[in-house]
């Protein structure tokens, strides 16, 4: 019975917003609300699923060339696991500061909540700066990462420009995302982005096992261990997409019902991401090691212009995923958050599109820059942070008791939860931050040495005339 109560204050605002959504009186199309305002459980599952894999797709084969076949295979399934579970972690989060929240007659019709707000009604001031200051961070460089990729990607099929010019011009059409109002208005763009990734994971493993070996191939990963960290810095990263988690489940109308859509996400997104690394990696070997961007080795083909053009498509979905958090953040920092006028939003939100572009100019390793964020911020951001601010938030009986979301009993009850997330805490922090960031910042230093800042093609073959 307490729980049916807690389901209705949790979800009445977001019925009353559906109905408002929905009425004609607001000159909302059918045709708008198909594709435009998408608040359900599948909205949710195509923005956690096409927002995780992302470019880091193209990346992973490199990963796989610097830990071998066996722990790349085994670092996906493990961080796939570890990443779902702090993603539940941070879904219970959400709910039990919302339900407080609601429970005090706090509407958020006009408001996000966003993750360093869930850390501050829980957990106070200092614990939510410094997921501020983590998340803010890591979702900078998550966008300076996309721009990069489109600079890379668009290199194969047009290489008249270099890549630091394309990221000019993937600037400025990255920058149109100030316009998406919210996480509410992804539907059609999450869709597509999962058909987008789908079609480039079976194109690289297909076009591979076709092409074959290369002569000679080695697969002599793993070599080196600044190397092996790297790569499972890497995938680490690739499991860490839930940066934005909390901004997906409030645009769902029962953000109650987030629990299980990041692991089935994270499952449909190993399909893609295994088959695809090990067919490279089985195909190209060590030539991977030199090779960040796993479509420089295939042979151009319409199949190939294809997966690039498609994947240019969906390195903008996720640049919005990425920005429009940071977006919220400037907004509130601003007090322009509650302005109905999207424009003035829009214009209001461009000054976040500037550092972006910026960094994206100066670092554009790719692969590289993945571990290195990978190390240093996902590590805390989404790992390790979690973690912890579930168990100091329950740490009381009186909380555990009084708690929304209680923890699933075949994990051994709340005992179970607390050795998980302490499992998570120091794993993270020894091997992905210790031992991961050591390897990825001496990799990263390496690749200024060889290219140096503000290169203009990195990792170009010689231009043909």
Same mark, same amino acid.
């Given at each position: 019975?307490?729980?049916?109560? %807690? ?21 909302? +199309? ?32 490199? +990963? ?26 941070? +879904? ?78 993937? !600037? ?44 000679? %191939?080695? /697969? +002599? ?19 860490? !997409? /839930? ?41 190209? !070997? ?87 964020? !990978? ?91």
């Amino acid at each position: 019975m307490a729980s049916e109560k %807690v389901e209705t204050v949790i979800v009445g605002n977001y019925v009353e917003m559906e109905r408002e959504e929905g009425d004609p009186k607001l000159g909302k +199309s059918k045709l708008s609300k198909l594709f435009w305002h998408g608040g359900s459980v599948y909205d949710a599952w195509f923005s956690c699923a096409s927002n995780q894999v992302a470019q880091v797709l193209l990346t992973l084969p490199y +990963s796989f060339s610097q830990l071998g076949m066996a722990s790349g295979i085994i670092f996906q399934l493990f961080y796939g696991l570890m990443g779902s579970w702090t993603a539940y972690l941070i +879904s219970v989060l959400y709910v039990e500061y919302r339900t407080r929240k609601e429970r005090e007659k706090v509407d958020f019709r006009n408001h996000v909540i966003q993750w360093f707000e869930v850390l501050d009604g829980l957990l106070g001031k200092h614990w939510r700066n410094v997921g501020l200051f983590f998340n803010c961070t890591f979702l900078l460089f998550g966008s300076v990462i996309q721009l990069i990729a489109c600079a890379s990607n668009i290199y194969y099929i047009n290489d008249n420009l270099d890549k630091r010019t394309w990221t000019y011009i993937f !600037g400025a059409c990255c920058a149109t995302t100030v316009f998406i109002p919210s996480f509410h208005n992804y539907r059609v763009w999450s869709f597509l982005g999962l058909i987008m990734t789908t079609f480039t994971a079976w194109y690289l493993t297909i076009a591979s096992l076709v092409h074959g070996q290369v002569e000679g %191939v080695k /697969h +002599s990963g793993p070599a080196q261990m600044v190397l092996y960290f790297t790569g499972a810095t890497n995938i680490l990263y690739t499991f860490g !997409g /839930h940066a934005v988690t909390v901004e997906i489940m409030h645009a769902m109308w029962k953000p109650q019902k987030f629990k299980l859509i990041y692991l089935i996400a994270t499952l449909y997104v190993l399909t893609l991401t295994l088959p695809s690394a090990s067919a490279v990696y089985w195909a190209f !070997g060590d030539l991977l090691l030199n090779h960040a961007n796993a479509l420089s080795l295939l042979p151009r083909t319409g199949f190939r212009d294809t997966a690039v053009i498609l994947m240019l498509i969906h390195q903008f979905i996720t640049f919005g995923f990425a920005c429009t958090p940071l977006y919220f953040v400037w907004e509130k920092f601003i007090r322009m958050h509650d302005t109905k006028s999207m424009f003035k939003r829009a214009i209001a939100r461009l000054p976040v599109v500037i550092p972006i572009w910026f960094l994206a100019v100066i670092f554009p390793f790719f692969g590289p820059i993945n571990s290195t964020v !990978g190390s240093l911020l996902v590590s805390f951001t989404v790992y390790i942070i979690p973690a912890l601010a579930h168990m100091v938030t329950f740490a009381s009986a009186s909380a555990r008791e009084n708690a929304v979301e209680r923890p699933p009993s075949f994990i051994g009850s709340w005992a179970g939860l607390y050795t998980m997330n302490i499992f998570v805490v120091v794993w993270v922090l020894i091997v992905g931050f210790g031992f991961g960031g050591w390897a990825s910042i001496l990799n990263f230093i390496r690749q200024v040495d060889t290219f140096g800042l503000f290169t203009k093609c990195y990792q170009c073959p010689p231009h043909k005339a």
